[in-house]
């Protein structure tokens, strides 16, 4: 297996646990800018620590972008998607597409009817 293939090194990343729903929480923002605490809030079980470091990890990915507001106290960062991180939404969604038409696991996730799923 070569590890400098582009598609390894994008699947070795968004493969980590986390990324996809952190990726969809900011989707769902709709543009907005995103707290760390609201992702918090929203991902329950995910820990601080690795919250943390998935999204620097995403950030250096250049599929969100971070911004950092110093006029205030403590300092307030935000995040959004960038214009690759939705492109990458638009594949994700291709693929969903692609396994509803083929039958490709078209039952119920257990938290929804994923058929009927906004993503």
Same mark, same amino acid.
């Given at each position: 297996? $070569?590890?400098?293939?582009?598609?390894?090194?994008?699947?070795?990343?968004?493969?980590? @646990?986390?990324?996809? &729903?952190? &990726?969809? /929480?900011?989707?769902?923002?709709? %543009?907005?800018?995103? @707290?760390?605490?609201? &992702?918090? $809030?929203?991902?329950? /079980?995910? =820990?601080p620590k690795i919250l943390? +470091?998935?999204?620097?990890?995403? /950030?250096?990915? %250049?599929?969100? +972008? @971070?911004?950092?507001d110093a006029s205030t106290?403590?300092?307030?960062?935000?995040?959004?998607? =960038?214009?690759? %991180?939705?492109?990458? !939404?638009?594949?994700?969604?291709?693929?969903?597409?692609?396994?509803?038409?083929?039958? !490709?696991? $078209?039952? /119920?996730? %257990?938290?929804?009817?994923?058929?009927?799923?906004?993503?």
């Amino acid at each position: 297996m $070569n590890h400098d293939c582009t598609v390894y090194k994008t699947m070795d990343y968004l493969a980590k @646990r986390w990324t996809f &729903l952190i &990726l969809l /929480e900011l989707y769902k923002g709709q %543009g907005q800018m995103r @707290r760390f605490s609201e &992702l918090k $809030n929203t991902l329950m /079980e995910v =820990t601080p620590k690795i919250l943390s +470091q998935r999204l620097k990890e995403l /950030e250096a990915e %250049g599929l969100i +972008q @971070r911004i950092v507001d110093a006029s205030t106290i403590p300092l307030k960062s935000e995040y959004k998607l =960038t214009e690759g %991180g939705v492109e990458l !939404i638009m594949a994700i969604k291709t693929v969903k597409e692609w396994a509803l038409r083929w039958q !490709i696991d $078209n039952e /119920e996730c %257990g938290q929804h009817d994923c058929s009927a799923c906004p993503y």
